[in-house]
């Protein structure tokens, strides 16, 4: 329990770490996921390690703070800085047990879009894939970060970037990618599981009122109880130590 | 090509012609060739096809100057910011052709384009709308196991343009940090230009031939041009501009907002020293590592 206050996006870092296992190979991107994987390998996760599409690969955290996984703090004393064929080779073996992912919309499933949404009659164009759709295709599992608003969860996406879940039960049987698909999406609310590849709700975050939070869904969202997952529960605040090491590696607070 | 050793970035990008397909940023946010791309347009290069990974704004600037009738990538924006908003404005105006990948569809293209093959397989891509919405991949099966794959052709630039630590004037190569997809873009091109730090004697590069990313003969044209990926980060060199990415992404929402702001930086210097006269951000190195000695010998 944190003895100071934190800012939502401190909880959704400490959340995110929370989903790298000591031992895994992480696939970091852009963003909250450059600092979940510096938290996680400095607490539970010693041995773990971070692959970068940009070729670098890390056993620990950067030395100062990084905007980009390409700022030479990330460079330096890194385990090895080669180039993007090698680490998506690793991922395409299946040798990735985790990857982040972002996007401006999700649906149930675990569809992803960060390529073009609608806004009334306009069509706004995103940045893209990037990696994110070999992520989605090939990481053993996957965990998705955004905010909580309502118009990121959606029925249907308007774009399918990064692929997730059959919408049929049959897992990833949409398309015979080797991933194990959406594991769990982190927001600023709420954290959330997939069974039978559907999303629930696991975990609401302190101070969360959690029909308010449900209701930003256009649909009846299920919850860990309804299938068989345990109960509903408070996600963990930030602890103190967890705190300090996320203010270290993002000391004016860009990212958080 | 022979390689002309140390022309000037103006002599050398000149040999680039306005219709080519270029592929550049390979090395992801590191050693991106912003100053080899400036200059491309204040020499008016323009109905270029940019071919790369994730474009860290060196995309959306050579848009917002007109430069650009297609994009072969997976990713164009402002890593720092998210947006690029002349590369939105763009394809939301129907300005400019996308062909969108994702990162790995980009490398194998390219690789293949380096293998002199065809195409190559992959296991990613399916299932997504990157794949079912392309003209460009298609969808096949392993004839030895039977699994569905798809299949990205190659991609086989008129030219790469790569940014490097150090080079001879011949044009062989040492690059080290991260490289991301700066060798398979090399071996699919018809010609290279590089930008480097420094030239250097051939004997620098013979002493430490495991760094060599680049060999003479794949090699065009070769410029001495420090801080020539400014903003960008190049290892042992100097730090990301961090600020400058934040600055532009407030200065170029719209296009008359760009312009003034590439009628300072692109169009308002002559070369890269007097841009290197805007820049009051203090990116040196802090704190130097110095690699272990690493001996050859006979």
Redesign the interface.
């Known amino acids: 329990m944190a003895s100071e206050t934190y800012a939502p996006r401190e909880l959704m870092v400490s959340a995110a770490a929370a989903e790298i296992e000591d031992g895994d190979t992480a696939f970091v991107g852009?963003r909250l996921p450059l600092i979940a994987f510096q938290l996680a390998v400095s607490t539970h996760a010693p041995d773990s390690m971070a692959v970068?599409?940009?070729?670098?690969v890390r056993d620990g955290p950067a030395?100062g703070f990084i905007?980009?996984?390409?700022?030479?703090p990330n460079?330096?004393?890194a385990v090895s800085?080669?180039?993007?064929?090698d680490i998506?080779s690793r991922?395409?073996r299946g040798d990735v047990d985790v990857g982040f992912l972002g996007g401006a919309e999700v649906d149930r499933y675990g569809n992803l879009n960060t390529?073009r949404v609608r806004a009334g009659d306009?069509?706004?164009?995103?940045?893209?894939?990037?990696?994110?759709?070999?992520i989605?295709?090939?990481a053993g599992r996957t965990v998705l970060l955004m905010p909580h608003e309502s118009r990121r969860f959606v029925e249907e996406v308007n774009?399918?970037?990064?692929?997730g879940h059959a919408d049929d039960g049959s897992g990833?049987g949409?398309?015979?990618?080797?991933g194990g698909g959406p594991d769990a999406l982190v927001t600023s609310k709420a954290t959330f599981g997939f069974a039978d590849g559907e999303l629930f709700l696991r975990s609401v975050h302190p101070g969360v009122d959690r029909e308010a939070m449900l209701a930003d869904f256009p649909w009846t969202v299920r919850t860990a109880p309804e299938i068989g997952e345990g109960p509903v529960t408070t996600t963990p605040e930030p602890t103190d130590e967890e705190l300090e090491l996320i203010r270290t590696f993002d000391p004016d607070g860009f990212w958080t | 090509m022979s390689t002309e050793p140390s022309e000037t970035l103006s002599d050398a990008v000149s040999r680039i012609p306005s219709g080519s397909s270029v592929a550049t940023g390979l090395?992801?946010?590191?050693a991106i060739p912003f100053a080899a791309g400036h200059e491309l347009v204040r020499q008016g290069t323009d109905d270029l096809t940019l071919i790369g990974?994730?474009s860290?704004l060196l995309f959306d600037q050579l848009i917002g100057c007109g430069a650009v009738s297609r994009v072969r990538?997976?990713?164009?924006?402002n890593?720092?910011a998210?947006?690029?908003y002349r590369?939105?404005e763009a394809?939301?105006n129907d300005g400019i052709d996308v062909e969108?990948?994702?990162?790995?569809s980009v490398?194998?293209a390219l690789?293949a384009g380096a293998l002199g093959v065809p195409y190559l397989p992959?296991?990613?891509?399916?299932?997504?709308?990157?794949f079912?919405?392309s003209d460009l991949f298609e969808r096949g099966t392993d004839p030895f196991g039977g699994?569905?794959?798809a299949l990205v052709p190659a991609i086989e630039p008129d030219w790469t343009i790569v940014h490097a630590q150090r080079a001879s004037p011949e044009g062989d190569v040492h690059l080290?940090?991260?490289?991301?997809?700066?060798?398979?873009a090399v071996g699919a091109a018809e010609n290279v230009l590089v930008t480097a730090e420094e030239v250097v004697e051939p004997a620098v590069i013979h002493s430490d031939p495991s760094r060599t990313a680049i060999t003479r003969e794949q090699v065009s044209a070769v410029v001495e041009c420090p801080w020539g990926a400014h903003p960008?980060?190049v290892?042992g060199h100097y730090?990301?501009d961090?600020e400058y990415?934040l600055r532009y992404h407030g200065a170029t929402d719209t296009q008359a907002a760009f312009d003034e702001w590439a009628g300072e930086w692109v169009y308002g210097v002559e070369d890269r020293e007097e841009y290197m006269g805007l820049v009051d951000a203090d990116l040196s190195?802090t704190?130097p590592?110095v690699a272990a000695e690493v001996r050859y010998g006979q």
Request: glycine share 10%; charged share 20%; hydrophobic share 35%.
């Open positions: 852009m970068y599409e940009s070729g670098v030395d905007h980009t996984m390409c700022d030479l460079l330096n004393h800085t080669t180039g993007m064929i998506m991922l395409q390529t306009e069509e706004i164009r995103l940045p893209g894939s990037g990696g994110a759709c070999d989605a295709c090939m774009y399918v970037t990064s692929p990833r949409n398309h015979p990618a080797p | 090395a992801l946010e590191h990974p994730i860290d990538a997976a990713w164009v924006g890593v720092s998210g947006t690029g590369f939105r394809v939301e969108n990948h994702s990162n790995f490398a194998l690789r992959t296991r990613s891509l399916l299932g997504s709308d990157v079912a919405e699994e569905e794959v080290w940090g991260n490289t991301g997809i700066v060798d398979p960008s980060p290892a730090n990301r961090n990415y190195i704190e590592t």
